[in-house]
């Protein structure tokens, strides 16, 4: 079974950054052919989506709150998914997850939707304080 470890998390100051990133925990599990997402779930909230991307990296998915300061990007010769967080405020302040699906992205408008996805990392926490 595939099995996902975040690493990268930590406590950082507001308008500051951090990379995330997500791996296989098993050499023989690539993630080649996965979509990957990023999950964070905040004290006393729901888990939200943050962001996913395709195999081949070539359709991507924000959430509004962190369009234009998150990017997910992937390394699939590394087996890696990555999260660079800039220009972090405190609301970012959540246990961040990896996540993988066999599903595709589906066209929703102008925009590409997640799947479900049927994987995931034990998370990592990122505190955005200062």
């Known amino acids: 079974q595939l099995q996902l470890v975040e690493s990268g998390g930590g406590l950082v100051q507001p308008g500051g950054g951090l990379r995330l990133s997500c791996a296989a925990t098993r050499f023989t599990f690539t993630l080649d052919f996965y979509t990957m997402g990023w999950f964070r779930q905040a004290p006393g909230k729901e888990r939200e989506l943050v962001s996913c991307i395709s195999s081949s990296s070539d359709r991507t998915n924000y959430t509004d709150s962190v369009k234009g300061r998150f990017t997910i990007s992937r390394n699939n010769a590394k087996n890696t998914v990555y999260l660079q967080m800039n220009s972090l405020k405190s609301e970012d302040t959540a246990v961040y997850y990896c996540?993988?699906?066999?599903?595709?992205?589906?066209?929703?408008?102008?925009?590409?939707?997640?799947?479900?996805?049927?994987?995931w990392g034990q998370g990592t926490q990122v505190t955005v304080s200062s």
């Open positions: 996540a993988a699906s066999a599903t595709a992205l589906r066209r929703g408008g102008n925009n590409w939707l997640c799947p479900d996805f049927d994987y």
